[in-house]
């Protein structure tokens, strides 16, 4: 098969490993039955191969790339990354159902692919395990309602409003998320890519300013399929490595 021929029947092959009945639930507070119609797959399924597509004019071929937070609308991007582009990509997520479709969905990419297994795991990260990355995707994780619900209220400006969530214990969040980032952002290259949501952006300049990481953004935007955050592919320059 050509390139494009192996991608895609590998995203078909992801897509048909996932069990999207059972994963209904989790994206919803009651059974959630059809949020995955063959009409919300496809959706997602869209919106995904136009990531990879900007995936594709801003990697090289052969890099490294890490995933915080990956899940079902990931599946293109990834699937991409490791047929089109034969890089090594490692997926960090909570332990639970998704993340183990995920890490089915990749075992089925591997089957139809001559590629290495992309790495799911929800171990934590460890920049020295993962090596340096030349693009880290981390995208609507600070804003997860369950992982971070005071974040989820602030960072959508939804406190004291009808869509707020209850629970959250923002100080510990705020630590939590701190910890997350300098970590994702510590296994960067000196030049790499960040890809993650408008929402999430100004933690990432708060925390990179601090580590001595310069974020350039790009005008264009694309929205998620599924929660529709709009998300950017920034360049994060490392001040500290220039002369």
Not at 157 to 177: C, F, I, M, S, T
Not at 192 to 216: H, Q
Request: net charge negative.
């Amino acid at each position: 098969m050509s390139k494009p021929e192996e991608f895609a029947a590998a995203l078909d092959a992801a897509e048909q490993s996932i069990d999207w009945k059972n994963l209904e639930s989790v994206y919803c507070s009651d059974d959630g039955a059809g949020f995955f119609s063959e009409e919300a797959i496809d959706a997602a399924r869209t919106a995904g191969l136009l990531f990879a597509s900007d995936l594709g004019e801003n990697l090289t071929h052969r890099g490294r790339s890490l995933y915080v937070g990956a899940g079902v609308a990931e599946l293109a991007p990834l699937v991409f990354e490791a047929t089109m582009l034969h890089r090594r990509v490692t997926v960090h997520g909570l332990p639970g159902f998704e993340l183990e479709q995920l890490k089915r969905a990749m075992q089925a990419v591997s089957e139809v692919a001559q590629v290495d297994t992309i790495r799911v795991t929800s171990t934590p990260i460890r920049p020295a395990e993962t090596g340096e990355v030349d693009h880290l995707w981390f995208v609507s994780v600070l804003t997860d309602p369950e992982a971070f619900p005071a974040l989820h209220n602030r960072l959508y400006d939804r406190q004291g409003g009808p869509l707020q969530v209850a629970g959250g214990h923002p100080k510990a969040e705020r630590a939590r998320a701190e910890t997350l980032v300098r970590l994702a952002l510590g296994s960067l290259t000196p030049k790499a890519i960040l890809t993650t949501s408008d929402e999430e952006l100004p933690i990432f300049e708060a925390i990179g300013a601090d580590m001595g990481l310069r974020i350039v953004s790009p005008v264009v935007s694309r929205l998620t399929g599924i929660v529709g955050d709009p998300v950017r592919h920034h360049r994060v320059i490392n001040d500290r490595t220039r002369t």
